[in-house]
């Protein structure tokens, strides 16, 4: 399992500090790291997506792999060309509700991901009209469903669920995302501060990937066996799902999403001026006593 293999990075100022990712997706991407080749070239450790990139922003890592919109919003730098992307169905980032989509007045979601929440929220604005307010709760599809309208499941936890067999309305948002603007959808990529640490790092991170695809088959036996995942799942996950390499439909899919959260800060920002207004104009017209 690769977050098993935690490095606290301590004591070695010469080496790049990376945060990968301790979800299944990233093990391609780090595999020489932990076992190839790399395995000495930086100091690894692993937490979840929104962790990653505080760490990354707040100077605790020199990279990570780093959610798209906290690339954008704190001005990382990418690395390489190395991503976490999708070409339609994900099967990673899944969205349940019982009720009917245009309905949907709250969601909860594992906060672990901020580009899949903010995607879920894209999609539901723009295809069903809905602008749900977020709550963040642990991955627990019963509990999320008993205390708000959807649930957000992402990584492992949207993977230990069989969506058909739920009995609930799902989207898969790599497929929705597909539908609505006809591109891939990019949720992370290899991102940093710049600087001195950046030196010779691509060539590091390329290098660990080329390692852990020739490695796929030993991937697919240990991560099926350490995650509790059949490695039929695993297999097709990685055959058919999670595309490794950003091309120009990639560049072109990530344009699309970062204008896309863009309108919708902006939206919302609008919608809280006019309801400050409103709320200012309404203590103004109550008479003074």
């Not at 672990?112 to 709760?137: C, K, N, Q, W, Y």
């Not at 203590?283 to 003074?288: I, S």
Request: net charge negative; aromatic share 6%.
């Amino acid at each position: 399992m690769v977050h098993s293999y935690l490095s606290t990075n301590g004591g070695n100022p010469g080496k790049p500090k990376i945060c990968a990712v301790s979800y299944l997706n990233t093990a391609p991407l780090v595999w020489g790291l932990l076992h190839g080749p790399q395995k000495d070239a930086a100091d690894l450790e692993f937490a979840v997506p929104s962790e990653c990139a505080r760490r990354v922003v707040g100077g605790e890592a020199d990279l990570g792999i780093v959610p798209v919109i906290e690339m954008d919003r704190h001005g990382l730098t990418p690395v390489s060309s190395l991503c976490i992307a999708c070409r339609g169905p994900v099967r990673s980032i899944l969205l349940f509700t019982r009720k009917p989509w245009e309905e949907i007045g709250t969601l909860a979601a594992d906060a672990g991901s901020r580009t899949s929440v903010e995607l879920a929220r894209i999609v539901l604005r723009e295809r069903f009209g809905a602008a749900p307010r977020v709550e963040a709760m642990p991955p627990d599809l019963s509990r999320m469903l008993a205390e708000a309208d959807a649930a957000l499941l992402i990584g492992d936890a949207a993977l230990a669920v069989e969506p058909e067999a739920s009995g609930l309305e799902w989207l898969d948002l790599g497929q929705a995302w597909l539908e609505l603007t006809g591109l891939p959808m990019v949720f992370a990529v290899w991102a940093g501060r710049g600087g001195a640490a950046m030196d010779g790092v691509e060539e590091v991170l390329e290098g660990s990937f080329s390692y852990g695809w020739a490695s796929l088959d030993a991937i697919i036996k240990s991560e099926a066996d350490s995650r509790g995942f059949s490695r039929e799942l695993v297999a097709g996950y990685f055959e058919r799902n999670v595309v490794f390499r950003m091309g120009a439909a990639e560049r072109a899919g990530l344009e699309a999403y970062l204008a896309a959260a863009r309108r919708l800060d902006g939206a919302e920002r609008a919608a809280r001026g006019i309801a400050d207004d409103d709320a200012e104009r309404s203590r103004r017209a109550v008479p003074q006593r």
